[in-house]
């Protein structure tokens, strides 16, 4: 199975992460951001709010003479014998806070061997998650996740997966004809939020981006309930420019 994916911004905005984390992971005793700058090339504004960043997410901590040194998150991570609890731990924290900033509940998602799974989720009382009444595996056409997911392989790939899961009409929105879909996805650009404006289910619209890792593909995304449907565009644009860090913890 063929990628079609490009890197997205928020793929971009973690390598950039990355290269300044290497960079203070070599300094044992702290290292000053105009040292930084100089060793990764990134210009102040942006060597910045990366630095902003890895520090709110616990991959770098500042001292008190203001240089910078690495951070309790990545030394979880960097433990081999506990590495996938602490990814799952630090994914969470910073879906809790895209949660937070986006008004939605959010999910991570991924395609793995051939299926949709939705691996994690930050909802709460004032965000609620979506009801999944038909199981996401087979709502792959209907889904912001499942299109996303979809978007992101080759034709081939595509075709497979639509030939194992029926195109079912799940609401009076839901698109059942293969080659429609097809020819959406293939028109889709990939920087753009994929939508689902109640195609899954009534009463829920949702948004996903691609988070580019590696060859895996993957996806985040949130939903609302359709009375704010309003907010959708905006959250959704919030959620992509707030996906590095979601990349970056899938990436080290």
């Known amino acids: 199975m063929a990628l079609t994916h490009e890197p997205t911004a928020p793929y971009h905005s973690a390598q950039d992460a990355l290269r300044v984390l290497e960079g203070v992971a070599r300094h044992s005793t702290g290292v000053t951001d105009v040292e930084l700058a100089r060793h990764t090339g990134l210009g102040a504004q942006r060597l910045t709010s990366l630095l902003r960043m890895l520090r709110r997410e616990g991959y770098v901590e500042q001292t008190i003479d203001g240089a910078y040194v690495t951070g309790a998150a990545l030394s979880r991570l960097g433990s081999a014998q506990s590495h996938e609890q602490a990814l799952r731990e630090q994914l969470q924290r910073t879906l809790d806070r895209l949660r937070d900033s986006v008004g939605a509940a959010v999910y991570i998602s991924r395609y793995i061997d051939g299926e949709v799974r939705v691996t994690q989720c930050a909802a709460s009382a004032l965000a609620p998650a979506v009801h999944e009444w038909v199981d996401f595996r087979s709502a792959a056409h209907a889904s912001a996740v499942g299109k996303s997911l979809l978007g992101q392989l080759d034709v081939n790939g595509r075709r497979d997966h639509l030939a194992r899961y029926k195109m079912a009409r799940l609401t009076s929105r839901t698109i059942t004809s293969e080659k429609v879909l097809l020819s959406r996805l293939d028109a889709h650009p ?46 959704a644009e919030r959620l992509n420019r707030g996906a590095a860090p979601v990349v970056l913890s899938l990436t080290i």
Request: glycine share 6%; with cysteine; proline share 9%.
């Open 190 to 235: 990939p920087t753009v939020p994929v939508l689902d404006l109640q195609e899954y289910a009534v009463g829920t619209v949702c948004a996903a981006v691609p988070i580019t890792a590696g060859s895996s593909v993957g996806c985040l995304a949130l939903s609302l309930p359709v009375q704010h449907a309003h907010r959708l565009r905006q959250a």
